[in-house]
Structures are given as C-alpha cells and as structure tokens.
T-cell receptor, first 114, second 110 residues
Framework: NAGVTQTPKFQVLKTGQSMTLQCAQDMNHNSMYWYRQDPGMGLRLIYYSASEGTTDKGEVPNGYNVSRLNKREFSLRLESAAPSQTSVYFC?????????????FGPGTRLTVL | DAKTTQPPSMDCAEGRAANLPCNHSTISGNEYVYWYRQIHSQGPQYIIHGLKNNETNEMASLIITEDRKSSTLILPHATLRDTAVYYCIVRVIWVNDMRFGAGTRLTVKP
C-alpha cells in the first residue's frame, strides 16, 4: 500500500496563477483532509471531507476550493494564487469508524508563490 | 487556538528516556489526548492517544494525570531517529477539528 500520495512535490507559481494539488489514498478511508503548514508553525486545517460527496471548511479556507472526486481522491485548488499561500500543503486521511481515528499524512507539496 | 501548551524545545541523550510534557488545563470530558510527531519536513506521524488511562504501544507510553489537565509522552529509549517536532493535541474523537500548536522540538544527541 502506498498510503497517502500527493502530487506535485514542489511547485512555483506566479501571483494570480491557478493550480490544483492532487491527493489520493489507498486505505479505503472515508475522511480526507487538507492542511497547510507555514514555516515554524503547526498545521492548520483548510478543508476536510467526511465522506464521498461532502466537504466542509476548516480553520483557514479562504482562497481555496476542494473537490472530493471519489472515495480515493481529494483535490485542493488555488484559483488565483497569492504570496500568502506560500506554504507546505499536507493531505491526510482517516477512518473514523476504526476507533482511534488516526490521521495518515502524505509527504506534502511545497508551494512557492512569487 | 491550540488547547495545549508545550515547551518549544528539549534535548535528550541517545538511549535515555525522553519525557515530553503537555498542559491541557481546559480539556473537556469527551476530549482525547493525541500525540503526533513530524520528522524533518515529512508529514506528521501518529504516535499514541488516550482518554484518561495510561496507554502504551510499541512506540511510546502516554501518562495522563488523574485530573487530566496534563500529560507526558515517554519515549523509553530515544534514538537519533526520534529527533522531531512532537505535537500534543486534544480533540473530540471522530470530530474533524484537530488543532496543531507549535509543538516541542526534541533533539536526541549522541
């Protein structure tokens, strides 16, 4: 099992450009999440999806949109990138029915907006 | 805001036990204590969680005080590979609201 995979690993954008970050999990988890981590800080939740077809805002949703394409895939879109969105983006998944509700994280996408 | 307070950094000698404290004085009765760690720039990794009883797994032990206002994560025999940022998180299980603070940067030294 690959666990949680993210593409791309690195990306540089110019202000105003758009892009989509991709995330996929092969653990048959119902819940998926997108976090961002700024230098020296902890992770902050952007959006989450409790199940296929549902999405909800987290702590810092402004400037982002998400799509839960199917049970495996959860994408994050930046419509008009801003320098304040320079960050490392982590995707995670979990199975709340599994007792511990442990979140499994991907390796991250390092995004720089110039 | 994170509901926990952790020291920003700690050192530990290789082979010794690492004891990482966490204060969560406003914890509610239905909130669990979770610990994750982040090695270098990788995604966070789950370590352990508990409600009120002490817990142990293959990675670590979690000691929660009787009043549940603080806890300690214990790595019994720290190795260089345990150097990481450790996050203590309190959350209601199955609710999608996991708030990470700044964590404790643990450095294991030879």
């Amino acid at each position: 099992n690959a666990g949680v995979t993210q593409t791309p690993k690195f990306q540089v954008l110019k202000t105003g450009q758009s892009m989509t970050l991709q995330c996929a999990q092969d653990m048959n988890h119902n819940s998926m999440y997108w976090y961002r981590q700024d230098p020296g800080m902890g992770l902050r939740l952007i959006y989450y999806s409790a199940s296929e077809g549902t999405t909800d805002k987290g702590e810092v949703p402004n400037g982002y949109n998400v799509s839960r394409l199917n049970k495996r895939e959860f994408s994050l879109r930046l419509e008009s990138a801003a320098p304040s969105q320079t960050s490392v983006y982590f995707c995670a998944s979990s199975d709340p029915s599994g007792g511990a509700d442990t979140q499994y994280f991907g390796p991250g996408t390092r995004l720089t907006v110039l | 805001d994170a509901k926990t307070t952790q020291p920003p950094s700690m050192d530990c000698a290789e082979g010794r036990a690492a004891n990482l404290p966490c204060n969560h004085s406003t914890i509610s009765g239905n909130e669990y204590v979770y610990w994750y760690r982040q090695i270098h720039s990788q995604g966070p990794q789950y370590i352990i969680h508990g409600l009120k009883n002490n817990e142990t797994n293959e990675m670590a032990s979690l000691i929660i005080t009787e009043d549940r206002k603080s806890s300690t994560l214990i790595l019994p025999h720290a190795t260089l590979r345990d150097t990481a940022v450790y996050y203590c998180i309190v959350r209601v299980i199955w609710v999608n609201d996991m708030r990470f603070g700044a964590g404790t940067r643990l450095t294991v030294k030879p």
